[in-house]
């Protein structure tokens, strides 16, 4: 996910890292830094359900997280960066489980008891599925400049 994030936002300018993907939605700069603290936030939230019974996920403000200072000040690799060494961790946490433990479970507020299958099978949609917004920005705001280019030649 990280090779992915660094190659789409490696040559988009200060526009484009500043631009909603949909009205009133987030920045790319806002969703590369959002992933980071999801990211963390599900780390921790794994490993409580493996160390807990059936511990309560915390949950956060993603709203009130993206309007903070740092969203808007850290550069996209320092995110990027953090997400590269935590999700080193998860994997060798991963790899070293037994099956039973993705039976293990935790609490949340929105989708109740989850196992950590279904756990981290949502972990991975959820990059997916952000990754996938910052690449449809990138390729509409690439087709409006070439189209924009065109008409002004």
């Not at 987030?26 to 999801?38: G, P």
């Not at 320092?78 to 998860?90: A, V």
Request: glycine share 2%; with cysteine.
């Amino acid at each position: 996910m990280t090779k992915s994030l660094r190659e789409i936002t490696q040559n988009l300018n200060d526009d484009q890292l500043c631009t909603p993907y949909r009205d009133g939605g987030w920045t790319i700069t806002q969703i590369v830094h959002h992933l980071a603290d999801n990211d963390m936030n599900a780390y921790i939230r794994f490993k409580r359900a493996l160390t807990e019974d059936e511990p309560m996920a915390s949950s956060y403000r993603e709203d009130l997280w993206a309007s903070l200072h740092d969203y808007r000040s850290m550069p996209l690799e320092d995110s990027i960066l953090l997400m590269e060494i935590l999700h080193n961790r998860f994997l060798t946490l991963l790899y070293s489980l037994h099956l039973d433990q993705f039976r293990r479970k935790l609490r949340t507020e929105v989708l109740g008891t989850i196992t950590l299958d279904i756990a981290i099978q949502r972990f991975v949609w959820h990059g997916q599925h952000h990754i996938a917004q910052i690449k449809i920005l990138y390729i509409i705001t690439e087709v409006v400049e070439s189209y924009t280019s065109q008409v002004w030649r």
